[in-house]
């Protein structure tokens, strides 16, 4: 009985001790696999670490930064659309920066977490696809959630360089939880004025005293979800009715989401955000 008990005791230590090193056997087989699936020709970029420089190829890379843009859990048509977009914006930038820093995930992290296979497909799917205006990358914005409908990049930028960046309806976006956050401000802004408002009702110039702000530097300094609020001033304060997150020009991921549940894939989704631009490979 005592050999038995022993016998027992000794399986599950040895378990215990193999288990570990079958399982990082197997993690770091199928990172081998993942990382000769995503190597092509795509040219190689320096990226930031927490470890130092790392020489990281570029799909790789737009997948991590896909990964910490957009929330794992929406469907894979918008995160298609999420990785074109994050793709644009890197070849935009390529000329302007030898090393890149900023968010993203490693692969490692999302096959720890269960969730590289997602974002693996989106990539296989888009494998190259950048979005052109008049034959150049655009400027692909995009934000969480707009205000209802998204911000013409023309009147933003006073520009005619941003026609596709056209104002686009979110009814959907309303609807969300997030949609609407009521914050009380210090009571030194009582006496602020806004000044001037674009046809999405973000807020583009106010005026306290002296001193004019854009609403992007206002929502900037307070730390606003974005600059779409109206002012309410009571006895007990002031208080700011803020609605949607983020500055409200390009894609609403959250307006994405509920198009892809809707059916929509990322190429309808990408041509409602940004009309007239052409999905290409680079």
């Not at 670490?49 to 896909?66: A, F, K, L, P, Q």
């Not at 002031?238 to 989401?257: D, K, N, R």
């Amino acid at each position: 009985m005592m050999k038995e008990k022993l016998e027992h005791i000794l399986t599950v230590i040895l378990v215990m001790m193999v288990l570990p090193c079958a399982m990082t056997v197997l993690l770091n087989g199928k990172m081998e696999q993942i990382y000769r699936n995503i190597q092509d020709e795509a040219a190689y970029i320096s990226v930031k670490t927490n470890r130092g420089i790392r020489e990281m190829n570029v799909e790789e890379y737009v997948i991590g930064v896909t990964a910490a843009q957009i929330p794992e859990e929406y469907d894979l048509e918008a995160v298609k659309a999420q990785m074109v977009i994050a793709r644009t914006n890197l070849c935009r930038q390529m000329d302007k920066t030898d090393v890149w820093e900023g968010e993203y995930v490693s692969l490692a992290q999302l096959e720890a977490a269960g969730q590289a296979d997602k974002f693996i497909r989106a990539q296989k799917a888009t494998k190259g696809q950048i979005l052109l205006w008049e034959g150049e990358p655009i400027m692909a914005s995009f934000h969480a959630l707009s205000a209802g409908k998204t911000r013409d990049g023309n009147e933003t930028f006073q520009s005619e360089d941003y026609g596709y960046l056209r104002s686009k309806d979110c009814p959907a976006d309303k609807k969300s939880e997030q949609y609407e956050t009521v914050i009380q401000i210090d009571d030194a802004w009582r006496e602020m004025e806004v000044l001037k408002r674009d046809d999405a009702g973000y807020v583009q110039q106010l005026k306290l005293g002296e001193v004019i702000l854009s609403g992007e530097e206002f929502r900037n300094l307070l730390g606003l979800p974005s600059a779409s609020f109206e002012i309410k001033k009571k006895e007990e304060g002031v208080f700011l009715t803020v609605h949607g997150i983020g500055h409200g020009l390009g894609l609403s991921q959250y307006t994405a989401q509920q198009l892809a549940l809707a059916g929509k894939d990322y190429k309808e989704i990408l041509g409602y955000f940004y009309e007239g631009a052409v999905l290409d490979r680079r």
